[in-house]
């Protein structure tokens, strides 16, 4: 069995939906063990991201108005944005825009970690399975930091994953929305 075998996410923690309207964007926070310039270079370089991340990024994230192609991992057919980083305050704030959606992450110093948030929008449909997909790149982001990578779990092949429709279940509750339940007929792993 490998670690990723192994590997079983907690419960539903650390997340919040902001509502305007029908634009919902899920705030969750982490608090990772690792410095913020750590954690930073797993946001921005594209080595990291290929650990844990739902996408690939052909260059770095690091720098304000650099334009990015984003290409989505393990989806039916792949999808490739432009992407343009607004705002990179290294090793404190990252932005930028993932096809339609506004990603910004937050790196707060914490005691010998790292607090980090992420505020994504998301279509309302889909707000708890996003939190879901983010939990889990988030606990694959903490143990690829360790030197204990556990290999990404993203797109169709984290929707198989037993503890991903437990989370999204979990947070669809916490949120007040209905579960989608998709896909119906794929198996789930455990």
């Not at 946001?43 to 304000?64: I, K, N, Q, V, Y």
């Not at 937050?106 to 980090?116: C, H, K, P, S, V």
Request: net charge negative; with cysteine; proline share 7%.
């Amino acid at each position: 069995m490998t670690d990723h075998e192994q590997y079983t996410p907690g419960p539903a923690s650390g997340a919040q939906v902001r509502k305007d309207g029908d634009k919902w964007t899920l705030i969750l926070v982490r608090e990772l063990r690792h410095s913020p310039e750590k954690v930073w270079q797993a946001l921005t370089d594209p080595a990291h991201l290929r650990e844990w991340a739902p996408f690939e990024a052909d260059e770095s994230l690091d720098t304000a108005g650099t334009t990015v192609k984003l290409t989505t991992v393990a989806a039916p057919t792949p999808q490739v944005s432009e992407t343009r980083v607004t705002r990179a305050d290294a090793p404190k704030v990252l932005e930028y825009n993932w096809g339609a959606q506004d990603i910004r992450w937050e790196l707060e110093a914490l005691n010998e970690g790292t607090r980090l948030t992420l505020w994504h929008n998301i279509n309302r449909g889909f707000i708890s399975m996003g939190a879901a997909g983010w939990h889990i790149c988030f606990d694959v982001l903490d143990h690829h930091l360790s030197g204990t990578p556990i290999g990404r779990i993203v797109g169709g092949d984290a929707i198989k994953f037993g503890g991903w429709q437990r989370l999204n279940a979990e947070y669809a509750k916490q949120f007040g929305v209905e579960a989608p339940n998709l896909p119906p007929k794929w198996p789930q792993k455990s």
